[in-house]
């Protein structure tokens, strides 16, 4: 299946950033609706949006979310090693990057923490949908920096077949890499017009990554001196079970997952991270009503999430966060050239985190919410209009074996507003502005937090009484097209007016939480603090693809930038852990089945850090990639292989916290060679 693209004004900038059309058989895109972008279904977009899918996305997996989307224009990683990363979308990370799964929360710890790996394999998404920037508040207040939807079909709002049934599926295995990856995932859908079953599982080993450079290892049973990151290896597997009843006006369906992982921290020799997430997820619609509204769509999940960190072989800390989300959309009944979409949200879930480096106490947050998406069609193009107003109630519940913990509660009322507008300048010429005013509920820890973090490498305090972290954005875009011929830039700029940030204090801690102890054989951890500070984030993002050649075979060049600056307006120092300038091209090949790419990534260095911190080279990476696909019938066997950092060059990630608390420790991969197979019938 050849990648997808979704034209929008915004939303080319990211595609061509992805593994190129090229890589498949020449020939048409295909148009895909981008439902995170706009809820309405269109497929021209007024806020920047990006999605991967087929071998755009098969190309690019790699064993964490954020690692796979890492590259895009504007979209870097938290690079926790190999194992743990979210995505960093224009210099915001953490909890201002909503991870949804199929529209619907995603409840995990993964924001908490840069070692806390996402519970979603990208070996059983099939597609991923990003939005940069604020643009989608109905998906939650805190997506300030944006959203990464990941769409895996396991409930299936259409039918897949006619009524005679039928079954397709597909099955890939991969080898290699620098993490010597052995993996492997299935899928198959059977059903009729009026029911579809879906069943995906997958499994992922891999051992020590291997980089360009000797490092220490203390870890018993390993090399005290090797070629590899000590305590990177890792264990997954996962299964889920979906299915949908189909009516006339609409649809039911009802799904299960389960996620396992055995990974190591990275950050110390010895500790191991066992994860387990259980997802339950109920979705209906009911199309074809009468009245003001023409449909209704339900969602809601139920999360049981935990890990368990151990030290050797002793369990230490026990992480849980179990929850629910309730999501109610209905979309208007058209009013000449307006359409809209309005909705109810609510979320629930409770916190606990039980051992010595329980840095946060037991907590419950709950959130109701309701939204509105409005969209006007134009002879010139169109306009949006979006509000989201929330009711956040944050509650320290302390904990019974720590007692330094404050407990009480917080309230709290977000507001935020988004206006947009696309304008056709020409049949090939796009403009589109973005403006938003946001509001943000600090989270749990931020409030609460008081205690040694070894993520970070500090000691953590929360502030109970911080105020809701307010930005403004606004989000200018080019962009034009003609045939295969493709280009797009967009500038932004987004002034917070209380960044919610963790900045040192100076002193230090003990363990046990003792300012500046005086036992000279006390470990001792810098102090550092949440507190809301005014900040700005600017930057640019641009893309663009140029056919060379087009015979019997198509040779295509492809263009990436993206620049970031963020400051801390309060001490105009820069923020910590921003990506530096990137650039990127790639020439794509495609003849017949085969198809090929070979191309760079350069990164400039990042000396642009706070007082105190380390400055990271510059490198420049190049790779290689080629598929080949054979056709039988309805089925496709498709072959392929991808060699990365083709020098072995070694590199370190400005983005990565491991950067400053472990210098040297956990480098990027070495050179390395995957290869694959996928068969699809």
């Not at 998406?373 to 949006?384: D, M, V």
């Not at 020409?426 to 609460?448: C, G, I, M």
Request: proline content about 5%.
């Amino acid at each position: 299946m050849n990648p997808i693209f979704s034209r929008s004004a915004l939303g080319a900038a990211a595609f061509s950033a992805a593994c190129g059309p090229a890589l498949a058989q020449s020939g048409a895109a295909l148009s895909e609706v981008t439902i995170t972008g706009n809820p309405l279904g269109s497929t021209e977009l007024i806020v920047p949006a990006t999605q991967l899918s087929g071998d755009a996305l098969l190309l690019r997996q790699k064993s964490t979310i954020g690692e796979t989307l890492d590259g895009l224009p504007g979209v870097s990683s938290t690079y926790f090693g190999p194992n743990s990363s979210r995505p960093i979308i224009r210099g915001l990370d953490g909890d201002r990057i909503r991870i949804l799964q199929n529209s619907g929360a995603s409840i995990d710890a993964s924001g908490l923490s840069f070692d806390h790996a996402v519970p979603v394999d990208p070996l059983v998404v099939e597609r991923v949908e990003v939005l940069r920037g604020p643009g989608a508040l109905q998906y939650g207040g805190s997506a300030v920096g944006g959203v990464v939807n990941l769409i895996d079909h396991r409930i299936h709002g259409e039918p897949l077949f006619d009524a005679q049934g039928g079954v397709t599926g597909r099955a890939a295995l991969r080898y290699g890499g620098a993490e010597r990856e052995r993996s492997g995932s299935a899928l198959l859908e059977t059903g009729t017009d009026k029911f579809n079953l879906h069943i995906d599982a997958f499994r992922r080993r891999t051992a020590d990554t291997r980089v360009p450079v000797e490092l220490e290892c203390t870890r018993p049973s390993s090399p005290t001196l090797a070629r590899r990151i000590c305590n990177s290896e890792s264990e997954s597997d996962g299964l889920a079970v979906g299915g949908t009843l189909l009516f006339d006006k609409g649809y039911l369906g009802l799904s299960t997952s389960g996620f396992n992982s055995v990974y190591g921290t990275v950050a110390e020799d010895e500790v191991t991270i066992d994860l387990k997430s259980r997802r339950t997820a109920l979705e209906g619609e009911w199309r074809g009503l009468r009245g003001p509204f023409q449909s209704v769509k339900v969602q809601g999940s139920h999360t049981d999430y935990r890990h368990t960190e151990f030290e050797g072989p002793d369990a230490g800390t026990l992480f849980t966060n179990n929850g629910n989300d309730l999501r109610i959309e209905a979309r208007q009944t058209s009013w000449g050239a307006l359409n809209g979409v309005v909705g109810l949200q609510f979320d629930r879930n409770r916190f606990g985190a039980d051992g010595a480096e329980a840095f946060a106490p037991f907590s419950r947050t709950r959130q109701r919410a309701l939204f509105a998406y409005e969209e006007l069609t134009t002879g010139w193009g169109k306009l949006s209009l979006g509000g989201r107003v929330e009711s956040v109630r944050v509650s320290s519940l302390g904990n019974p074996n720590v007692d330094r913990f404050e407990v009480g509660s917080r309230s709290f009322n977000p507001r935020s507003l988004a206006v947009g507008a696309l304008v056709k300048l020409s049949t090939q010429w796009d403009f589109t502005a973005n403006l938003a005013s946001t509001e943000r509920a600090p989270k749990d820890y931020e409030l609460f937090a008081n205690g040694p973090h070894v993520a970070t490498a500090a000691y953590e305090v929360g502030d109970s009484a911080l105020s809701k972290e307010k930005s403004t954005n606004l989000d200018l875009g080019v962009a034009w097209w003609s045939g295969p011929n493709r280009f797009a830039v967009n500038v932004f700029a987004n002034r917070f007016r209380n960044f919610i940030a963790l900045e040192s204090t100076g002193n230090l801690r003990s363990e046990e939480g003792e300012r500046n102890p005086t036992d000279p054989g006390a470990e001792a951890f810098p102090e550092f603090a949440y507190k809301g500070v005014p900040a700005r984030f600017h930057g640019l993002e641009a893309s663009g693809s140029v056919r060379l050649l087009q015979s019997a075979a198509t040779v295509d060049l492809e263009l990436t930038g993206d620049l970031v600056r963020a400051t801390n307006r309060d001490t105009w120092q820069p923020l910590p852990r921003i990506a530096p300038a990137r650039a990127g091209a790639a020439l794509v090949v495609a003849s017949g089945p085969w198809g090929g790419r070979v191309g760079l990534t350069r990164a400039a260095g990042q000396d642009r850090v706070p007082a105190g911190e380390q400055a990271t080279p510059g490198y420049t990476l190049f790779n290689a990639a080629v598929t080949y696909k054979v056709k039988a019938g309805p089925s496709t066997l498709q072959l392929f292989a991808r060699l990365d950092n083709l020098t072995d060059r070694l590199a370190y990630s400005a983005t990565s916290i491991l950067t400053q608390t472990a210098p040297g420790k956990a480098p990027l991969g070495g050179r390395r060679l995957k290869v694959g197979a996928q068969a699809s019938f």
